[in-house]
C-alpha cells in the first residue's frame, strides 16, 4: 500500500477548497494560508504516529485544524480569570479588583480626549499632576501629593531626587525584599544613594541613627514597612515621633515607605492596626509613599504624600517624566479616592474593601448556594472550612477565616483542567484536595465558576 502521506493535498489546494471558504470570510487569506500549512504538518504527524485521518485527501479535517489553529492564536494573553484562591490582593492575579465607578472613569478616559494635561479655566497647558491631588490631601492632612506609576517608582524617585550620592540611613531590620525583585538596598544603591545601615536586625534604637546622623553623611532618614514579614522576640525599633524629631534636628527628610496605603479604619475591615498614610504625616514624616492597588484598593500607582516644598522637588525632577502616570490611572485613582468620602460606600463599593470585611457566615452561605448547585448537577462537592490572606504582601500571618468549595476528585488534574477553561480558575490545593475559596469570587461570577468546575470534572473523567 502506497504511504497515506503521499495523499495529503497542496496547501494551494486546500484553500481553494470549499471547507476552507469560511475560514477566508472570517480571516486575511494569509493567515489562512499559515494554519493550512499547521494543518498539514499536523496531520503529517499524526499518520506517522499511526493516527491519521481515515481519507488523508478530504479537506474538511484540514479545515478542522486550521480553524482551532486560528482561534487559539486570538485568545488574549492578558485574560480575566476567577479567583478562588482565598488571597484577596493576590499580587500574580492583578491585586486590587477596581470599583464600578472607577472601571467606568478608566473606560471614559481611555475611549475620549481628556484635560490630562490642559488647564480649562485659562485655555492653556495644564499638569498632569494637578490631578487627585486636593482628593489625597483631603483625605490625608497632606500639604501636597504626587502620583506616580507605582510605590516603587515612587521610591525611586525620592531617592534620586533627594539623595543623589548621599547616604540615606535604613534600619538593618527594614532591609527586606517586597516581592517582584523589589529589593530595599538595591533600589537605594540603582537610585544613586548609599546605603548607611542602623542598628542590627532586631533591635534599632533611636540612638542609632543619632549615631549615623551625627556623621552628617546623611541625607535621608529613611523608614520602610517590612510588609510581607515580621519579627517577634527580642525586638525594639525607633517610633516615627522619635525619627521625625531626629531627622528635623538634623535638617534631613524622613521619608516613609508605607507599602499598603489603607485609607479605611482597619476595625472596620475586622483586621489589626495598620499605620496610615495621615497617622504617618501625624506623626512626622516629611514624605510617605504607598501603593495605589493594596489596601487602597484602586488601580495600579505610587502615591507620594508630604511637604510642599518636597513634592514639588520630585514633580520637577527629570525622572519624574520617566515615572509619570496614565491618564487611566488618574481617572481610576480619583474615582477610588472619591469613595473614601463616604467610607460607608467606600466598604460597600470597594470590592477589596469589601472582600476583607465580609463575615465568614456571609462567605459560607455563598459556598454552600455554589456547592449546591454543583451537586444538582451530578457534582460531588462540599463546604469547608478555608483560611484566606490579605495578601500584596500586607498583613503577614493574618489569616482570613473563610469557606470553600471542595471538589471531590483528583486534585491536580482538577487544577489544571479548570486552569485551561475559559474564563480559567485559580484554586488552591490542600492535603491533595482542591478548594476553591470563595471570599475572592466577585459577585456574579457564581454561575460561571459552577460552569467551569463541571466542565472540569466532566474532562478529567474522559481521561
Ligand atoms: C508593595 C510595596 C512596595 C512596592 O509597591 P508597588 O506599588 O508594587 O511598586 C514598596 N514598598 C513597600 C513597603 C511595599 O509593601
Same mark, same amino acid.
Given at each position: 500500500m502506497s504511504d497515506p502521506r503521499s495523499r495529503i493535498p497542496s496547501v494551494d489546494a486546500l484553500i481553494a477548497s470549499a471547507d476552507f471558504g469560511p475560514l477566508l470570510e472570517g480571516y486575511p487569506r494569509s493567515r489562512v494560508v499559515d494554519a493550512a500549512r499547521g494543518a498539514v504538518d499536523a496531520i503529517r504527524r499524526r499518520i506517522g504516529e499511526g493516527? =491519521?485521518? #481515515? #481519507?488523508? @485527501?478530504?479537506s474538511a479535517a484540514y479545515a478542522g485544524i486550521a480553524e482551532a489553529l486560528l482561534e487559539a492564536a486570538d485568545v488574549p494573553s492578558l485574560r480575566q480569570v476567577i479567583n @478562588? *484562591? $482565598?488571597?484577596?490582593? &493576590?499580587t500574580n492575579l492583578g491585586r486590587a479588583p477596581l470599583a464600578d465607578a472607577a472601571v467606568a472613569a478608566m473606560a471614559a478616559a481611555a475611549g475620549q480626549y481628556t484635560n490630562l494635561e490642559y488647564d480649562l479655566e485659562a485655555g492653556e497647558r495644564g499638569s498632569r %499632576? !494637578? &490631578?487627585c491631588v486636593s482628593l489625597l490631601t483631603e483625605l490625608t492632612g497632606a500639604e501636597d501629593a504626587l502620583v506616580v506609576n507605582n510605590a516603587a517608582a515612587a521610591l525611586v524617585l525620592a531617592l534620586t531626587t533627594l539623595a543623589p550620592g548621599a547616604g540615606v540611613a535604613v534600619s538593618r531590620g527594614e532591609l527586606v525584599e517586597i516581592g517582584g525583585g523589589f529589593r530595599i538596598p538595591e533600589i537605594l544603591e540603582r537610585s544613586g544613594a548609599r546605603l548607611v545601615e542602623v542598628g542590627s536586625t532586631n533591635r534599632t534604637r533611636a540612638a542609632d541613627y543619632a549615631k549615623v546622623l551625627k556623621s552628617g553623611d546623611v541625607r535621608v532618614v529613611l523608614k520602610v514597612h517590612r510588609s510581607n514579614f515580621r519579627i517577634t522576640g527580642f525586638t525594639e525599633q525607633a517610633s516615627l515621633e522619635e525619627l521625625a524629631t531626629l531627622a528635623n534636628e538634623h535638617d534631613v527628610p524622613l521619608l516613609h515607605d508605607l507599602g499598603s496605603g489603607l485609607l479605611m479604619d482597619p476595625q472596620l475591615l475586622g483586621l489589626p492596626g495598620e499605620p496610615r498614610p495621615h497617622d504617618s504625616l501625624r506623626a512626622g514624616a516629611d514624605l510617605v509613599a504607598f501603593s495605589g #492597588?493594596?489596601?487602597? $484598593? $484602586?488601580? !495600579?500607582a505610587g502615591v507620594l504624600l508630604g511637604r510642599e516644598a518636597l513634592v514639588a522637588r520630585l514633580r520637577d525632577d527629570p525622572m519624574c517624566r520617566a515615572l509619570r502616570v496614565d491618564k487611566g490611572t488618574l481617572a481610576g485613582l480619583e474615582s477610588t479616592l472619591r469613595l473614601y468620602r463616604d467610607p460607608p460606600r467606600a466598604l460597600d463599593e470597594l470590592p477589596t474593601l469589601r472582600m476583607l470585611a465580609e463575615s465568614q457566615e456571609a462567605v459560607r452561605e455563598r459556598a454552600e448556594a455554589i456547592a449546591a448547585e454543583l451537586t444538582g448537577g451530578g457534582v460531588e462537592a462540599k463546604v469547608v472550612e478555608s483560611s484566606g490572606a490579605v495578601g500584596? $504582601? *500586607? %498583613?503577614? =500571618?493574618?489569616?482570613?477565616?473563610s469557606a470553600a468549595v471542595e471538589v471531590a476528585g483528583p486534585a491536580e488534574a482538577l487544577q489544571r483542567a479548570l486552569r485551561a477553561g475559559d474564563p480559567p480558575v485559580v484554586g488552591r490545593i490542600v492535603d491533595d484536595r482542591l478548594l476553591?475559596?470563595?471570599? *475572592?469570587?466577585?459577585? =456574579? !461570577?457564581e454561575g460561571e465558576l459552577t460552569t467551569r468546575v463541571a466542565a472540569a470534572v466532566a474532562s478529567v473523567g474522559r481521561l
Open positions: 493516527n =491519521g485521518p #481515515d #481519507d488523508p @485527501a478530504d @478562588a *484562591t $482565598g488571597v484577596v490582593l &493576590h %499632576y !494637578q &490631578h #492597588d493594596k489596601l487602597l $484598593g $484602586g488601580p !495600579q500584596g $504582601g *500586607t %498583613y503577614p =500571618g493574618v489569616e482570613l477565616p476553591l475559596d470563595v471570599r *475572592t469570587v466577585l459577585p =456574579g !461570577q
